[in-house]
């Protein structure tokens, strides 16, 4: 199949050939991207690449036995014998409870989609160059990244009749900046938009922390109060996965028993869209064809809703939110409401504390509770009496989340785009302030 | 999609054409066709089968100095040249700022190999590993020392990956490897308490490179159900360990096996060392130049090994057509050997030993470990219980971190007991073995016969690239150490 094979002929022909078979129900997900990347270290490029990747994810339903698959081998052939392969293995399972009608149209889609044209021909390394030699001016003396742009073109059909197209773009750079004595600091920029994308700032970013951490000391174990940048935010408080109707009738998420529980404190506010305007990424319509749409999910510190898919909103007696992921539901567009304080409001406000720029390595000790550790990567410092002290490292932060959202003392208004390694859901992140984090140390 | 099916010579042989064409001073196809079956089971209710294809074509090309990759999955002749084209193009683009990408000179090679399976995984009919599942559910859906498991999460992956090889130094090795594994999360609940735990704990799994047969040997009905039975007694456990008082620790082949490749595999990665993964993956607490230094004790012994038999991890030739070979990685507590490629081994003026590898056709190959443990040695468990006067026994793990320089490690255990007078004694709740790599592998001063492997997989790379691997271990002591 070529990049512009006619993405809904292809559907159709999935769809009768798997009715053919005997499936109830059918969708068809083909997805064609074609990504680029530049990837840096040492101040120099070590990598450019373009990959151009066509896949159809299918969905089907025999007598209400349930399969789904997603080929990269899209020749006519092999995509017979893959719905072919993929029907037979739905018709050998056991009658599901989980089986829910496709739902039918018809559908209004919303307008807004996050493209950009121009990053269709966009070449990157300029780019690359930008946040390199930002980073050296700020104080680096190596720096290391990767720049990715992406062009995404999706159609959606089903048996139910249903039928839509969605097209985004992406352009994310990652950089991190060394010094001599390998201090290091991160910079992220992340947009939907050429013109939102400012890789000098994050290459700014990233050189002027790792200058700030130079010499850092060893951290002593105990209690701080912890800032949070809006990348370990996005991290460490991944509460939109979290609120997938599915993991929670899997028991294996903190959100539990939790609805329309307190289950943070009355500033946090967290949202589902399906597409931010001028945002980052982002679907018009989910798996199933169904309209995506703005879902809250905790709002004034209540857990209000699950994202559910058809089948889990069967389960739950309620309707979908837009969310399939056919087995589980996934967030779109992770969006925390603004708060109403400064970064710098956060220091004044802090007597013995932390501010923590990067993290990585979140491990969970229990799913259910929300136990976790992580360890801050990059730029970290000592808060001391309102103030920015000395740069720290060597040391986790040990917590839980159901703590962690009862004790955010504050969130600022400022929010920014972050989607990179640690975060694979496009999240607008506040920063935050929380009280009582447990640092450790090795022994 | 068969695995069955020949791969397109022609094809790869037009993409080393065109690189030629265009002045590459070196090229290498890879045609890369996995499938992955995926089977569930949801507390006794069957999820849906999980399919995944791909099928596609990988070029690298040094054009000018400079490395450009391609791929496409439409594979066609033309399709196949543009892809060529472009990677020439991105190769192109990196001009005076790219890295100058120097490959170590390696032999030629010519060969078709493959894993044999007793029972093929692509043709195997999905109610064998329905039903397994379900009897492993059946067996583990009770209640142990007060704990029930009302959330059982049962899963078998099946996956096969077949390679054509290509290069223009001559190389031509195809490739058939087809992987097992199985993994499982269980919810326990007693009193209102609710705990997560997986089975194997650690979140790894187990199984190998091979057929069906390997998971049908694992006799998994009574391997989770005892496992299980072992779990639920430690939780049960209020009893603290001995923190901050310096005891020996014993350490379980589940949690020793995965220091071994957090903190000797992953810094032994070459690439990491320069600086090539910084922005990802991290970077090592070696550092370039520094090679001959001592981390560990006389007892610290890891070794990283592709040809094991039926591993997770095997493989006969990596990425760039280097055949492999077991590298020690770490020797009487020196370092011995860094994991390489041939970009890598020319900056160290030796011989690549075949690290390299790529998990799909759309992304370039990196230096990976493939089976990584330490050593096994000559104590029996009994031995190494009965010569520990007062310690603690961590048998197994649940959560665990790592720095990206790999210095400071963590593990919270899961099954743990206390040690007294060489005996086993009450289990302990969540003893945290917080570390660094130095002292980690400097107090080791007994390892046990009873080498054993967990499957995984690693992550690394950017788009993220998960590898198969096996990480193993026998029992190790460690001689004073601070418990959290």
Request: hydrophobic letters at 35%; aromatic letters at 8%; charged letters at 25%.
């Amino acid at each position: 199949m070529s990049y512009d094979t006619n993405l809904e002929e292809v559907s159709q022909g999935v769809i009768t050939q798997a009715k053919k078979l005997g499936c109830s129900d059918v969708s068809v997900v083909v997805t064609q991207n074609h990504t680029r990347l530049v990837r840096f270290a040492n101040n120099l490029v070590t990598l450019s690449s373009s990959v151009v990747d066509t896949s159809i994810q299918v969905y089907v339903a025999h007598q209400t036995r349930r399969a789904v698959g997603v080929t990269h081998d899209t020749s006519p052939q092999s995509l017979e014998r893959f719905v072919a392969r993929l029907v037979d293995s739905a018709s050998r399972l056991a009658p599901s409870d989980d089986y829910a009608p496709l739902p039918s149209g018809p559908f209004e889609y919303p307008e807004e989609q996050n493209y950009d044209k121009r990053l269709e021909g966009e070449e990157l390394v300029e780019h690359a160059h930008q946040a390199v030699d930002a980073a050296l001016k700020a104080g680096a003396k190596r720096v290391a990244g990767s720049l990715q742009s992406l062009v995404r073109r999706v159609h959606v059909s089903t048996s139910a009749g249903v039928a839509g197209d969605d097209s985004s773009t992406k352009i994310l750079l990652n950089v991190r900046a060394f010094t001599e004595d390998n201090a290091s600091g991160h910079g992220l920029s992340c947009a939907s938009f050429l013109s939102e994308f400012n890789p000098e700032k994050a290459g700014r970013a990233a050189g002027e922390y790792a200058k700030m951490a130079e010499s850092p000391r060893q951290l002593e174990a105990g209690v701080y109060d912890v800032i949070f940048t809006p990348t370990v935010v996005a991290n460490i408080l991944p509460l939109a996965e979290a609120a997938s109707a599915y993991l929670i009738q899997s028991g294996v998420s903190y959100f539990s028993d939790q609805l329309n529980q307190q289950v943070g404190v009355e500033a946090l506010n967290v949202w589902d869209y399906g597409v931010y305007k001028g945002g980052l990424g982002g679907r018009r319509l989910d798996d199933e064809g169904v309209p995506t749409q703005k879902t809250e999910i905790i709002a004034k510190g209540v857990f209000r809703n699950m994202l559910h898919n058809s089948s889990t909103a069967k389960k739950f007696g309620t309707k979908t939110t837009g969310n399939a992921g056919i087995i589980s539901p996934q967030p779109n567009t992770v969006v925390f409401g603004e708060g109403d304080s400064t970064l710098e409001e956060m220091i004044q406000e802090t007597k013995k504390g932390l501010l923590v720029t990067n993290n990585w390595y979140t491990r969970f000790q229990n799913l259910r509770t929300g136990e976790y550790s992580t360890l801050p990567r990059d730029a970290a410092f000592s808060v001391v009496d309102g103030k920015i002290g000395e740069p720290v490292a060597g040391f986790r932060l040990s917590d839980s989340v159901l703590r962690q959202l009862k004790s955010i003392h504050l969130i600022s208004k400022t929010r920014n785009w972050v989607e990179w390694w640690e975060v694979e859901t496009p999240t607008l992140a506040p920063y935050m302030l929380i009280k009582d984090v447990t640092a450790t140390v090795a022994h | 999609m068969s695995v069955s099916d020949s791969l397109d010579e022609d094809l790869c042989m037009a993409a080393l054409d065109e690189a030629s064409r265009l002045g590459c001073g070196y090229a290498e196809v890879r045609l890369h066709v996995n499938t992955y079956t995926g089977y569930s089971l949801r507390s006794g209710v069957t999820e849906p089968t999980v399919l995944v294809d791909s099928r596609g074509v990988g070029i690298r090309v040094i054009c000018g100095g400079s490395l450009g990759f391609g791929a496409t999955n439409v594979l066609s002749r033309q399709s196949v040249v543009e892809a060529v084209n472009m990677a020439v193009k991105m190769a192109k683009a990196s001009g005076d700022g790219g890295e100058k990408y120097v490959l170590s000179a390696e032999e030629a090679v010519s060969d078709n190999w493959r894993v044999s399976e007793a029972k093929s995984l692509y043709e195997l009919p999905s109610e064998t590993v329905v039903s397994l599942l379900r009897d492993v559910d059946s067996a583990s859906n009770r209640e142990v020392k007060g704990f029930s498991f009302p959330v059982r999460l049962l899963r078998i992956d099946c996956s096969t990956e077949q390679k054509l090889y290509m290069n223009s130094e001559g190389s031509k090795i195809s490739s058939v490897v087809p992987r097992v594994s199985f993994h499982s999360v269980f919810v326990g609940l007693r009193d209102g308490e609710r705990v997560t735990v997986s089975v194997p704990p650690g979140y790894s799994g187990l199984g190998g490179s091979g057929g069906f047969e390997l998971i049908e040997k694992l006799r998994l009905e009574e391997y989770v159900t005892l496992r299980l039975t072992e779990i639920a007694t430690t939780l049960s456990s209020t009893t603290a360990p001995p923190r901050g008082e310096r005891v020996d620790v014993i350490l379980g082949p589940n949690v020793a096996s995965l220091t071994s490749h957090e903190s000797v595999g992953h810094p032994f990665e070459a690439d990491r060392i320069l600086g090539r993964e910084a922005a990802q993956a991290g970077e090592s607490y070696l550092k370039p130049g520094e090679y001959n230094i001592r981390l560990g004790g006389a007892e610290a012994y890891v070794s990283d090994d592709p040809t094991i038999p039926n591993s997770m991890g095997f493989y006969l030739y990596d990425d760039e057509g280097v055949k492999a070979r077991r590298r020690r990685l770490l020797q009487a507590g020196y370092v011995s050997e860094l994991l390489h490629n041939r970009a890598t081994a020319t900056k160290f003026a030796g011989k690549s030993n075949a690290s390299a590898r790529a998990v799909r056709y759309s992304v370039e190959p990196l230096i990976r470990m493939a089976n990584t443990y330490i050593e096994p040695g000559d104590w029996s468990f009994e031995e190494l219980l009965k010569d520990t006067r007062r310690g603690v026994y961590i048998k197994s793990f649940m959560e665990w971190n790592i720095d990206d320089k790999r210095r400071n490690q963590r593990y919270v255990g899961l099954e743990a007991f206390l040690i007294e007078n060489g005996e086993l004694k009450a289990s302990v709740n969540r003893p945290i073995l917080e570390i660094s790599t130095p002292k980690y592998w400097s107090n080791i001063d007994a390892r046990a016969k009873d080498l054993e492997f967990y499957s995984g997989m690693c992550g690394k790379g950017d788009p993220m690239q998960g590898a198969p691997v096996y990480f193993g271990s026998p029992h190790i002591r460690l001689r004073d150490v601070v418990l959290g």
